[in-house]
Protein backbone atom coordinates (compact mmCIF):
# COMPACT_ATOMS: atom_id res chain seq x y z
CA UNK A 1 0.00 0.00 0.00
CA UNK A 2 1.23 3.66 -0.45
CA UNK A 3 2.24 5.27 2.27
CA UNK A 4 0.10 8.14 1.64
CA UNK A 5 -3.13 6.15 1.67
CA UNK A 6 -2.32 4.65 4.86
CA UNK A 7 -1.06 7.88 6.18
CA UNK A 8 -4.94 9.09 5.00
CA UNK A 9 -6.14 6.12 7.32
CA UNK A 10 -4.40 7.22 10.14
CA UNK A 11 -5.83 10.34 10.28
CA UNK A 12 -8.82 8.93 11.20
CA UNK A 13 -7.85 7.82 14.52
CA UNK A 14 -4.91 9.90 15.59
CA UNK A 15 -3.51 13.52 15.42
CA UNK A 16 -0.47 14.68 12.81
CA UNK A 17 2.95 13.49 15.72
CA UNK A 18 5.39 10.79 14.85
CA UNK A 19 7.73 9.87 16.69
CA UNK A 20 9.77 6.37 17.17
CA UNK A 21 13.35 4.96 15.92
CA UNK A 22 13.64 4.02 12.30
CA UNK A 23 13.01 0.53 11.22
CA UNK A 24 14.30 -1.05 7.90
CA UNK A 25 11.07 -2.31 7.13
CA UNK A 26 9.44 0.83 7.88
CA UNK A 27 11.62 2.90 5.64
CA UNK A 28 8.46 3.92 3.13
CA UNK A 29 6.99 5.54 6.28
CA UNK A 30 10.26 7.15 7.58
CA UNK A 31 11.16 8.30 4.30
CA UNK A 32 7.77 10.37 3.90
CA UNK A 33 8.36 11.77 7.45
CA UNK A 34 11.09 13.34 6.73
CA UNK A 35 10.02 14.30 3.45
CA UNK A 36 6.85 15.85 5.00
CA UNK A 37 7.85 16.79 8.72
CA UNK A 38 11.77 16.30 8.44
CA UNK A 39 12.61 16.72 12.31
CA UNK A 40 10.08 18.94 13.95
CA UNK A 41 7.34 19.17 16.49
CA UNK A 42 5.36 16.49 13.84
CA UNK A 43 8.11 14.22 14.02
CA UNK A 44 10.97 13.15 16.59
CA UNK A 45 13.13 10.73 16.05
CA UNK A 46 14.50 9.20 19.74
CA UNK A 47 16.97 7.78 21.12
CA UNK A 48 15.22 4.61 21.92
CA UNK A 49 11.65 3.35 21.91
CA UNK A 50 10.56 3.99 25.62
CA UNK A 51 11.70 7.58 24.73
CA UNK A 52 8.73 7.64 22.50
CA UNK A 53 6.32 5.76 24.53
CA UNK A 54 6.76 8.91 27.01
CA UNK A 55 7.14 12.01 24.24
CA UNK A 56 3.64 10.41 22.81
CA UNK A 57 2.11 10.17 26.68
CA UNK A 58 2.99 13.70 26.89
CA UNK A 59 1.72 14.80 23.23
CA UNK A 60 -1.32 13.29 23.93
CA UNK A 61 -2.06 14.96 27.28
CA UNK A 62 -1.52 17.98 25.96
CA UNK A 63 -3.43 17.97 22.70
CA UNK A 64 -5.89 15.66 23.99
CA UNK A 65 -4.86 14.07 20.58
CA UNK A 66 -3.75 9.90 19.66
CA UNK A 67 0.44 10.03 18.95
CA UNK A 68 1.44 7.45 16.53
CA UNK A 69 4.47 5.78 17.35
CA UNK A 70 7.19 3.72 15.18
CA UNK A 71 9.44 1.03 15.80
CA UNK A 72 11.35 -1.95 14.77
CA UNK A 73 9.92 -4.86 16.86
CA UNK A 74 13.40 -5.43 18.45
CA UNK A 75 12.29 -2.01 20.33
CA UNK A 76 9.75 -3.82 22.06
CA UNK A 77 11.91 -4.46 24.87
CA UNK A 78 12.60 -0.77 25.73
CA UNK A 79 8.38 -0.23 24.91
CA UNK A 80 7.00 -2.34 27.39
CA UNK A 81 8.00 -0.51 30.58
CA UNK A 82 6.25 2.70 29.78
CA UNK A 83 3.46 0.71 28.00
CA UNK A 84 2.46 -1.25 30.87
CA UNK A 85 3.21 1.55 33.50
CA UNK A 86 2.33 4.72 31.83
CA UNK A 87 -0.14 4.20 28.92
CA UNK A 88 -2.20 1.28 30.03
CA UNK A 89 -5.61 1.80 30.57
CA UNK A 90 -5.66 0.41 34.22
CA UNK A 91 -2.95 3.02 34.91
CA UNK A 92 -3.17 6.74 32.96
CA UNK A 93 -5.53 5.32 29.92
CA UNK A 94 -2.98 6.90 27.28
CA UNK A 95 -3.94 5.35 23.56
CA UNK A 96 -1.62 5.61 21.14
CA UNK A 97 -0.88 3.95 18.01
CA UNK A 98 2.33 2.10 16.97
CA UNK A 99 3.32 0.75 13.71
CA UNK A 100 5.74 -1.81 14.42
CA UNK A 101 8.08 -3.38 11.83
CA UNK A 102 7.96 -7.49 11.53
CA UNK A 103 11.88 -8.65 11.41
CA UNK A 104 12.28 -12.03 11.77
CA UNK A 105 8.30 -13.07 10.94
CA UNK A 106 8.12 -17.11 11.13
CA UNK A 107 8.86 -18.43 7.65
CA UNK A 108 10.68 -15.75 6.51
CA UNK A 109 14.39 -15.86 6.81
CA UNK A 110 16.17 -12.99 8.43
CA UNK A 111 19.12 -12.79 10.69
CA UNK A 112 20.00 -14.60 13.75
CA UNK A 113 19.07 -11.79 16.25
CA UNK A 114 15.39 -11.46 14.59
CA UNK A 115 14.18 -15.16 14.88
CA UNK A 116 13.06 -15.04 18.42
CA UNK A 117 11.55 -11.67 18.67
CA UNK A 118 9.70 -12.41 15.52
CA UNK A 119 8.12 -15.55 16.50
CA UNK A 120 7.38 -14.25 19.95
CA UNK A 121 6.02 -10.71 18.22
CA UNK A 122 2.57 -11.07 18.43
CA UNK A 123 2.03 -13.09 21.92
CA UNK A 124 3.89 -10.04 23.42
CA UNK A 125 1.33 -7.95 22.15
CA UNK A 126 -1.32 -9.67 23.18
CA UNK A 127 0.42 -10.10 26.74
CA UNK A 128 0.21 -6.08 27.35
CA UNK A 129 -3.41 -5.62 25.65
CA UNK A 130 -2.41 -4.27 22.00
CA UNK A 131 -5.15 -5.07 19.58
CA UNK A 132 -3.30 -5.36 16.12
CA UNK A 133 -3.33 -5.76 12.51
CA UNK A 134 -1.29 -7.37 10.18
CA UNK A 135 -0.14 -5.37 7.46
CA UNK A 136 1.38 -6.89 4.15
CA UNK A 137 1.75 -5.93 0.19
CA UNK A 138 -2.01 -6.77 -0.08
CA UNK A 139 -3.69 -5.46 2.40
CA UNK A 140 -6.78 -3.34 1.21
CA UNK A 141 -7.29 -0.11 2.31
CA UNK A 142 -10.98 -1.41 3.05
CA UNK A 143 -10.01 -3.54 5.44
CA UNK A 144 -7.87 -0.73 6.70
CA UNK A 145 -10.77 1.49 6.80
CA UNK A 146 -12.51 -1.79 8.54
CA UNK A 147 -10.00 -2.23 11.22
CA UNK A 148 -9.28 1.73 12.18
CA UNK A 149 -13.73 1.53 13.21
CA UNK A 150 -12.67 -0.91 15.74
CA UNK A 151 -8.95 0.75 16.72
CA UNK A 152 -11.51 3.89 17.42
CA UNK A 153 -13.66 2.65 19.59
CA UNK A 154 -10.28 1.13 21.81
CA UNK A 155 -8.36 3.96 21.87
CA UNK A 156 -11.14 6.29 23.02
CA UNK A 157 -11.08 3.82 25.85
CA UNK A 158 -7.77 4.86 26.46
CA UNK A 159 -6.06 1.50 25.06
CA UNK A 160 -3.19 1.36 22.54
CA UNK A 161 -3.60 -0.25 19.20
CA UNK A 162 -0.55 -1.46 16.61
CA UNK A 163 -0.25 -2.17 12.67
CA UNK A 164 1.98 -4.97 12.56
CA UNK A 165 4.42 -4.35 8.93
CA UNK A 166 5.52 -7.44 6.76
CA UNK A 167 8.34 -6.69 4.95
CA UNK A 168 7.13 -4.53 1.67
CA UNK A 169 3.68 -3.63 3.05
CA UNK A 170 4.18 0.30 2.57
CA UNK A 171 5.44 2.12 -0.51
CA UNK A 172 7.08 5.52 -1.40
CA UNK A 173 7.65 6.46 -4.68
CA UNK A 174 10.12 9.36 -3.70
CA UNK A 175 13.39 8.49 -2.61
CA UNK A 176 14.98 10.40 0.58
CA UNK A 177 19.00 10.76 0.42
CA UNK A 178 20.55 10.65 3.89
CA UNK A 179 24.33 12.47 3.81
CA UNK A 180 26.94 14.45 5.82
CA UNK A 181 29.46 16.46 5.50
CA UNK A 182 32.54 13.70 6.48
CA UNK A 183 34.38 12.33 4.04
CA UNK A 184 35.71 9.33 5.97
CA UNK A 185 33.96 6.07 5.69
CA UNK A 186 33.18 3.64 8.77
CA UNK A 187 35.52 0.82 7.56
CA UNK A 188 38.55 2.63 7.23
CA UNK A 189 37.63 3.27 10.91
CA UNK A 190 37.24 0.37 11.81
CA UNK A 191 40.74 -0.80 9.77
CA UNK A 192 42.56 1.20 11.33
CA UNK A 193 40.91 0.57 14.90
CA UNK A 194 42.10 -2.93 14.20
CA UNK A 195 45.75 -2.21 13.32
CA UNK A 196 45.91 -0.23 17.02
CA UNK A 197 44.09 -2.64 18.98
CA UNK A 198 46.50 -5.68 17.45
CA UNK A 199 45.99 -8.74 20.08
CA UNK A 200 43.26 -7.27 22.38
CA UNK A 201 39.58 -7.96 22.82
CA UNK A 202 37.13 -5.98 20.47
CA UNK A 203 33.32 -5.79 21.10
CA UNK A 204 31.71 -4.13 18.23
CA UNK A 205 28.33 -2.95 18.24
CA UNK A 206 25.32 -3.94 16.32
CA UNK A 207 24.39 -3.34 12.66
CA UNK A 208 27.02 -2.67 9.64
CA UNK A 209 29.66 -2.18 12.09
CA UNK A 210 30.28 -5.77 13.16
CA UNK A 211 29.74 -6.70 9.71
CA UNK A 212 32.09 -4.41 8.60
CA UNK A 213 34.56 -5.53 11.30
CA UNK A 214 34.56 -9.61 10.17
CA UNK A 215 35.19 -8.87 6.38
CA UNK A 216 38.19 -6.54 7.33
CA UNK A 217 39.36 -9.46 9.72
CA UNK A 218 39.24 -11.86 6.56
CA UNK A 219 40.73 -9.55 4.27
CA UNK A 220 43.40 -9.49 7.02
CA UNK A 221 43.78 -13.16 7.17
CA UNK A 222 42.90 -12.33 11.28
CA UNK A 223 40.89 -15.09 13.64
CA UNK A 224 37.65 -13.64 14.64
CA UNK A 225 38.10 -15.12 18.08
CA UNK A 226 39.07 -11.32 19.59
CA UNK A 227 36.01 -9.71 18.13
CA UNK A 228 32.58 -9.96 20.27
CA UNK A 229 29.99 -8.88 17.33
CA UNK A 230 27.05 -7.54 18.69
CA UNK A 231 24.76 -8.62 16.23
CA UNK A 232 21.50 -7.53 18.16
CA UNK A 233 20.33 -6.52 21.74
CA UNK A 234 21.26 -2.24 19.98
CA UNK A 235 22.78 0.34 22.91
CA UNK A 236 24.31 -2.42 24.70
CA UNK A 237 27.94 -3.06 23.48
CA UNK A 238 29.30 -0.69 25.43
CA UNK A 239 28.02 -2.21 28.92
CA UNK A 240 29.12 -5.84 27.46
CA UNK A 241 31.94 -4.59 27.01
CA UNK A 242 32.33 -3.09 30.65
CA UNK A 243 31.61 -6.42 31.57
CA UNK A 244 34.56 -8.23 29.89
CA UNK A 245 37.05 -5.15 30.86
CA UNK A 246 36.47 -5.68 34.93
CA UNK A 247 36.71 -9.25 34.39
CA UNK A 248 39.70 -9.29 32.23
CA UNK A 249 41.65 -6.08 33.76
CA UNK A 250 45.02 -7.11 32.10
CA UNK A 251 44.08 -7.13 28.35
CA UNK A 252 42.72 -4.30 26.87
CA UNK A 253 39.31 -3.71 25.83
CA UNK A 254 37.79 -1.95 22.80
CA UNK A 255 34.29 -1.01 22.31
CA UNK A 256 33.34 0.26 18.95
CA UNK A 257 30.06 2.01 19.10
CA UNK A 258 28.18 3.92 16.79
CA UNK A 259 26.10 7.52 17.59
CA UNK A 260 22.58 5.62 17.52
CA UNK A 261 23.33 3.04 19.41
CA UNK A 262 25.59 5.36 22.21
CA UNK A 263 22.44 7.59 22.48
CA UNK A 264 20.13 4.29 23.10
CA UNK A 265 21.32 3.98 26.53
CA UNK A 266 23.39 6.80 27.05
CA UNK A 267 23.19 5.94 31.13
CA UNK A 268 25.82 2.79 30.15
CA UNK A 269 28.85 5.98 29.40
CA UNK A 270 27.48 6.83 33.61
CA UNK A 271 28.15 3.29 35.31
CA UNK A 272 31.66 2.89 32.40
CA UNK A 273 32.95 6.25 33.90
CA UNK A 274 31.47 5.24 37.59
CA UNK A 275 33.62 1.66 37.64
CA UNK A 276 36.42 3.39 35.92
CA UNK A 277 38.08 0.38 34.28
CA UNK A 278 41.65 1.66 32.98
CA UNK A 279 41.88 -0.51 30.37
CA UNK A 280 39.06 0.62 28.29
CA UNK A 281 38.53 2.51 25.27
CA UNK A 282 34.97 3.82 23.74
CA UNK A 283 34.75 4.49 20.65
CA UNK A 284 32.06 6.17 19.05
CA UNK A 285 31.84 6.40 15.11
CA UNK A 286 29.92 9.39 14.46
CA UNK A 287 27.72 9.44 11.05
CA UNK A 288 25.15 11.30 12.73
CA UNK A 289 22.39 8.74 11.30
CA UNK A 290 20.59 4.98 12.15
CA UNK A 291 22.46 3.74 8.98
CA UNK A 292 21.77 0.12 8.97
CA UNK A 293 18.27 0.83 8.44
CA UNK A 294 17.84 3.50 6.32
CA UNK A 295 20.42 6.59 7.19
CA UNK A 296 17.55 8.71 8.90
CA UNK A 297 19.01 11.30 11.55
CA UNK A 298 20.30 10.60 14.91
CA UNK A 299 20.55 13.81 17.57
CA UNK A 300 23.87 13.12 17.31
CA UNK A 301 25.12 16.07 15.37
CA UNK A 302 23.98 18.58 17.97
CA UNK A 303 25.60 17.17 21.05
CA UNK A 304 28.75 16.62 22.48
CA UNK A 305 30.24 13.63 22.86
CA UNK A 306 33.22 14.21 24.38
CA UNK A 307 31.62 16.87 27.50
CA UNK A 308 29.29 13.54 28.28
CA UNK A 309 32.11 11.41 28.56
CA UNK A 310 34.01 13.72 30.99
CA UNK A 311 30.67 14.46 32.90
CA UNK A 312 30.55 10.71 33.14
CA UNK A 313 34.06 10.30 34.67
CA UNK A 314 36.50 8.88 31.85
CA UNK A 315 39.59 9.60 32.25
CA UNK A 316 40.16 11.40 29.12
CA UNK A 317 37.95 12.02 25.86
CA UNK A 318 38.50 12.72 22.48
CA UNK A 319 36.96 13.91 19.05
CA UNK A 320 38.61 13.41 15.83
CA UNK A 321 36.97 15.20 12.71
CA UNK A 322 39.45 13.40 10.16
CA UNK A 323 41.21 10.55 9.39
CA UNK A 324 45.07 11.45 10.62
CA UNK A 325 43.46 12.91 13.49
CA UNK A 326 42.04 9.77 14.92
CA UNK A 327 45.23 8.48 13.80
CA UNK A 328 47.43 10.87 15.95
CA UNK A 329 44.77 10.49 18.89
CA UNK A 330 45.02 6.87 18.77
CA UNK A 331 48.96 7.30 19.44
CA UNK A 332 48.48 9.54 21.83
CA UNK A 333 46.12 7.42 23.89
CA UNK A 334 48.47 4.04 23.60
CA UNK A 335 49.92 4.36 26.90
CA UNK A 336 47.29 5.74 28.81
CA UNK A 337 45.07 4.51 31.43
CA UNK A 338 41.32 4.72 30.48
CA UNK A 339 38.16 4.64 30.61
CA UNK A 340 39.32 6.45 27.03
CA UNK A 341 36.27 8.11 24.71
CA UNK A 342 37.38 8.75 21.03
CA UNK A 343 34.55 10.03 18.87
CA UNK A 344 35.19 9.60 15.34
CA UNK A 345 33.13 11.76 12.31
CA UNK A 346 31.98 9.28 9.73
CA UNK A 347 30.50 9.70 6.65
CA UNK A 348 27.01 7.94 5.57
CA UNK A 349 27.04 4.96 3.50
CA UNK A 350 29.21 1.31 2.98
CA UNK A 351 30.18 -0.80 0.28
CA UNK A 352 27.41 -1.94 -1.75
CA UNK A 353 28.65 -5.51 -1.81
CA UNK A 354 29.22 -6.05 1.91
CA UNK A 355 28.36 -9.19 2.94
CA UNK A 356 27.36 -10.49 7.05
CA UNK A 357 29.48 -12.77 9.17
CA UNK A 358 29.37 -16.20 7.63
CA UNK A 359 29.99 -17.80 11.58
CA UNK A 360 26.65 -17.98 13.59
CA UNK A 361 26.38 -15.90 17.07
CA UNK A 362 26.43 -19.12 19.24
CA UNK A 363 30.26 -19.64 16.90
CA UNK A 364 31.06 -16.74 17.62
CA UNK A 365 30.40 -16.60 21.32
CA UNK A 366 32.13 -20.18 21.61
CA UNK A 367 35.32 -18.79 19.93
CA UNK A 368 35.23 -15.68 21.77
CA UNK A 369 35.17 -17.38 25.19
CA UNK A 370 38.10 -19.72 24.44
CA UNK A 371 40.04 -16.81 23.46
CA UNK A 372 39.27 -14.62 26.86
CA UNK A 373 39.73 -17.99 28.72
CA UNK A 374 43.51 -18.00 27.66
CA UNK A 375 43.93 -13.94 28.22
CA UNK A 376 45.64 -13.30 31.45
CA UNK A 377 45.92 -16.84 31.86
Not at 79 to 84: A, E, M
Request: aromatic letters at 8%; a negative charge.
Amino acid sequence: MDVLIFIEQLKKVSGDFFTGVPDSLLKPLCNYLMDHYSISNKHIIVANEGNAAAIAAGYHMATGKVPCVYLQNSGLGNLINPVTSLLNNKVYGIPCVFIIGWRGEPGVPDEPQHIFQGENTLDILKTVDIDYMIFDKNTTESKVEEKMAEFQYLLKAGKSVAFVMKKDALSYNKKVVYENKYATSREEIIHIITDAAKEDIVVSTTGKTSRELFEIREQKGQPHNHDFLTVGSMGHSSSIALGIALNKPRTRVWCIDGDGSALMHLGSMAVIGGQSPNNFIHIVINNEAHESVGGQPTVAKSINFKQIALGCGYNEAHCAETINDFKNVLSEVEEKKGPIFIEIKSAIGSRGNLGRPTKTPTENKQAFMKFLAECNA
